[in-house]
T-cell receptor, first 109, second 115 residues
């Protein structure tokens, strides 16, 4: 089946720093979503991004489907950005999401 | 739109007992999904419904697991004869048909601990 790999697995930042998280996938996909899982376990939609670039405040995402990767950019990081960031791909018309292992981000004050 | 609601938030049960979780999706969403997440891992697909029809089940869903969505609205996930390996976060999500266009919304999850 399709493989979704995220890097880095862990990231520690000082508040105010910028970061880039990467998601590679092994096969063509219908679509891709980025999520933030907060310390209480809630998965929050960040971006639904089949291709191109989207921005929402300090966060932006770029997906290059032909090269099978997506990037999540976090600028001017804040302590509230801490948590686990997941990339997930839609693999077939059934809509099943395949998740990566996540990047655990810790932003220090 | 109150989002996806899951109950209970936490459940502690003794090994061998049966447990049932409930998920109420966003009202206009006709697809409903169940996922399981263990510590340090990404969520893994269990099953999904379109309206009341269960369209796909993962091999992770053993015979002890059953899911229903009787009227195409809320769904229940039952685990019979629980085992310690069933301890995990159980996540529900919903979407409109063709999530390739609309994407998922997840609930807050039910954390199951089997002792």
């Amino acid at each position: 089946g399709i493989q979704v790999e995220q890097s880095p697995p862990d990231l520690i930042l000082q508040e105010g720093a910028n970061s880039t998280l990467r998601c590679n996938f092994s096969d063509s996909v219908n679509n891709l979503q980025w999520f933030h899982q907060n310390p209480w376990g809630q998965l929050i939609n960040l971006f639904y991004i089949p291709s191109g670039t989207k921005q929402n405040g300090r966060l932006s995402a770029t997906t290059v489907a032909t090269e099978r990767y997506s990037l999540l950019y976090i600028s001017s990081s804040q302590t509230t950005d801490s948590g686990v960031y997941f990339c997930a791909v839609f693999y077939n018309q059934g809509g099943k999401l395949i998740f990566g292992q996540g990047t655990e981000l810790s932003v220090k004050p | 739109d109150t989002g996806v609601s899951q109950n209970p938030r936490h459940k502690i049960t003794k090994r061998g007992q049966n447990v049932t979780f409930r998920c109420d999706p966003i009202s206009e969403h006709n697809r409903l999904y169940w996922y399981r997440q263990t510590l340090g891992q990404g969520p893994e697909f269990l099953t999904y419904f379109q309206n009341e029809a269960q369209l796909e089940k993962s091999r992770l869903l053993s015979d002890r697991f059953s899911a229903e969505r009787p009227k195409g609205s809320f769904s229940t996930l039952e685990i019979q004869r629980t085992e310690q390996g069933d301890s995990a976060m159980y996540l529900c999500a919903s979407s409109r048909a063709g999530p390739g266009v609309y994407g998922y919304t997840f609930g807050s999850g039910t954390r199951l601990t089997v002792v």
